[in-house]
């Protein structure tokens, strides 16, 4: 399937990863990329992790078997891998080798939130790591920025070493409130917050203060920065579920203006349409390498998508 936008005309690229079928189906909750365009794909699979090369040959795979579910995935100059693990209540750094360096959060207890069952509209109080945690991303000087997440309405700000310095955020609508806050991506000052209930990215500074909102989104869910600067959207839209609701790709540049969408009906089952994009990852040529989650999958389907960019 071809896609001509005004940021570049891309093509679906069939059976792109070149792994065995049960590998790849079902849920793909995150995808991630190093600085040598290997992209890290984290299923809800064993392995859990599958690395790539643009053209889809599988260069490792690997599983340290301790994730509860496997949300999201965020690679650091191939100086460590984080894995957040949202029923875990837990953040997993691990080395290149795949050594376990460090747990962030209290692994198995989530915290006091007020939250039940996982619904964000009964949190009643924002609380410390972690409530279902969502996302991960890391700043120039190695801090981390964790998105908290289903159960939770906070950003956690981690040191290098692990230690939590300080969070902001409480359950709301105004700014720096968040419904949901999901994917979340760090460039050049900016903190790019997913606000996906309420159907917003947030941007902030790295002392967690209010820099902007844009709205004109539809539960984003992940973000990532292309080479041409702009911002790649990932919005699974209405419901989570394989049953007729539109899923696509929003770019916006640098100023938050829109600069065009790569939208799918999901009425179309054909195993070339994503449907319920979750993660997305750009890599240095401007390809969109997009993870899908929800419920329905017809048998055998892959949540895992490539988009080619051809111009």
């Known amino acids: 399937m071809r896609y001509e936008t005004k940021a570049g005309i891309f ?43 643009r053209k889809g040959q599988c260069l490792e795979r690997w599983d340290d078997q301790v994730f509860a579910r496997p949300h999201g995935i965020h690679v650091v100059k191939g100086n ?17 080798d795949h050594t376990l360096l460090r747990v962030l959060g209290n692994r198995g207890v989530p915290s006091d939130t007020g939250c039940i069952n ?20 890391s700043d120039e000087d190695g801090r981390l920025y964790v998105s908290d997440g289903y159960g939770n309405a906070r950003i956690h700000c981690f040191s290098p070493e692990g230690r939590l310095e300080f969070s902001w955020g409480e359950p709301g609508t105004a700014p720096g409130q968040f419904q949901l806050p ?45 080479p041409d600067s702009n911002l790649y959207v990932s919005e699974c839209c209405h419901r989570a579920a394989f049953d007729g609701c539109p899923s696509r790709i929003t ?8 600069v065009d969408r790569i939208a799918f009906d999901q009425k179309d089952e054909s195993a070339k349409a994503y449907h319920t994009a979750h993660g997305v990852t750009v890599d240095s040529e401007g390809s969109i390498y997009i993870g899908e989650v929800g419920k329905g999958f017809p048998e055998g389907y892959s949540g895992m998508r490539k988009l080619q960019r051809l111009s």
Not at 118 to 137: L, M, Q, V
Not at 251 to 258: A, E, K, W
């Open 80 to 96: 460590a891998i984080y894995i957040v693990d949202d029923a875990g209540h837990a953040v997993y750094e691990f080395r290149p």
């Open 118 to 137: 996982k619904d964000y509209k009964t949190i009643t109080h924002s609380g410390p790591p972690f409530h279902y945690p969502t996302g991960i991303t």
């Open 251 to 258: 770019i916006i540049n640098s100023q938050g203006q829109l």
């Open 11 to 53: 093509q679906t690229v069939d059976q792109w990863a070149q792994v065995p079928p049960q590998e790849i189906s079902g849920p793909i909750a995150g995808v991630g990329r190093d600085q040598d365009d290997h992209i890290y794909v984290l299923t809800r699979r064993r392995p859990a992790i599958l690395i790539f090369d």
């Open 182 to 226: 999901h994917g979340i991506f760090y460039h050049q000052g900016i903190i790019y917050v997913a606000d996906r209930q309420n159907n917003r990215v947030q941007l902030f500074d790295r002392s967690g203060r209010p820099q902007g909102c844009w709205t004109n989104f539809i539960r984003p869910s992940g973000l990532c920065m292309g």
